[in-house]
């Protein structure tokens, strides 16, 4: 007769943070308990018999961080049978990309020892099969970002041009052709001018301040927009 194998449903949460001055960054906790005690990994845990996998990432990321976001995607679900020592475990991964700044207030509970913000280019090690999956995360994202304007959340209400090119090289950990970028970007139509300008830094010249046309972009999302970096 064969052996009837106990298979547990997880959810791990990705929640990148930006910075203009900082960067690209990501949401870890530092783990209770074993396995791999005092490892940081990303948050997540067992879902409940009567949650959805929403409600269940939801609630892991509020309890091992104390912060709440409003949106996020489903990235992929990880099932190598040896990524948990315990037992056999399916992880279905969700992520985020959100302005840091909004989510300063962090405070780990529950299983997680302590919760920080790292750099995605300074790592430390990661429990469990952590750092493929957060790779997958940045892949996802940048593959997205190519094809896909983003930016409502990430950047101040009004922002000079220049916020917006340093949020895709960020993003992208590439340089891009800002000429070009800006002629794509402005021929859209989601970016507002507005009459303000933003203070020069050094000696430089006052920038022109934008806003952007959330109505507008809605809409070229809807319509199947095609934009590439």
Known sequence: MAHKQDIKLATDAIVFGYEKNEGVSVLLIRRKYEPFMNQW??????????????????????????????YLEQLYTFGDPKRDPRQRVISVAYFALVKSSMFQEIKASTDAEEAAWFNIHALPKLAFDHKQIIQSAIERIRSKMRYQPIGFELLDKKFPFADLEKLYMSV???????????KKFLALGILDET??????????????????????????IKDGMNFEV
């Open 41 to 70: 990994a990303i948050p997540g845990g067992f879902i409940k018999a009567e949650e959805s996998l929403e409600e269940a990432v939801m609630r892991e990321l509020e309890e091992e961080t104390g912060i709440k976001v409003n």
């Open 172 to 182: 992208l950990d590439r340089e891009i052709d800002r000429r070009n970028f800006a």
């Open 195 to 220: 009459e303000e300008f933003a203070k020069p830094e050094g000696k430089g010249r006052p920038s022109r301040m934008y806003q952007f046309n959330k109505k507008r972009y809605q809409q070229l």
